[in-house]
């Protein structure tokens, strides 16, 4: 089965004004989703989150065809996320320490929404060069 794992992070960075510009609005989700899941022929996706999942996410991705799946986590959370992310065809985050770390083990690149482009391509192994410019995501 192929999908696109997704890890909406919000939870604590909705709480520090540091890290605002690591949120995205859902509709940035959306759109990002949308371009990634086109551009690599992708008809699902699993959205994981330590929020609960908009509704217009869920509404959005499948009224274009995207079927959602967000895994019951609720016993063993790292073996469910361990076993996705490494099984995913493609993986996009918003600077989740957790995602990133398990997808260097298993993918060369992951995927960012982004607020002015259609999203943003971060090869991993690469990925150190880039931090300092993941705060001004764009």
């Known amino acids: ?33 949308l371009k990634v899941c086109t551009n690599y022929s992708l008809k699902q996706v699993v959205l994981f989150s330590d929020e609960l999942i908009d509704d217009f996410i869920i509404s959005s991705l499948s009224n ?21 992310i490494c099984n995913a065809s493609l993986v996009m985050c918003n600077a989740s320490t957790l995602t990133l770390s398990i997808s260097f083990l298993f993918h060369e690149k992951i995927y960012l929404p982004s607020k002015v482009k259609d999203f943003q391509e971060i090869v991993i192994n690469e990925a150190h060069n880039t931090m300092p410019s993941l705060l001004n995501w764009n």
């Open 1 to 33: 089965m192929e999908y696109l794992l997704v890890q909406i992070r919000r939870g604590d960075f909705l709480k520090v004004k540091d890290f605002k510009d690591l949120n995205f609005e859902s509709d940035v989700w959306v759109k990002s989703i």
């Open 64 to 84: 274009n065809g995207i079927r959602v799946i967000t895994p019951n986590t609720e016993n063993n959370f790292i073996s469910h996320f361990v076993n996705y």
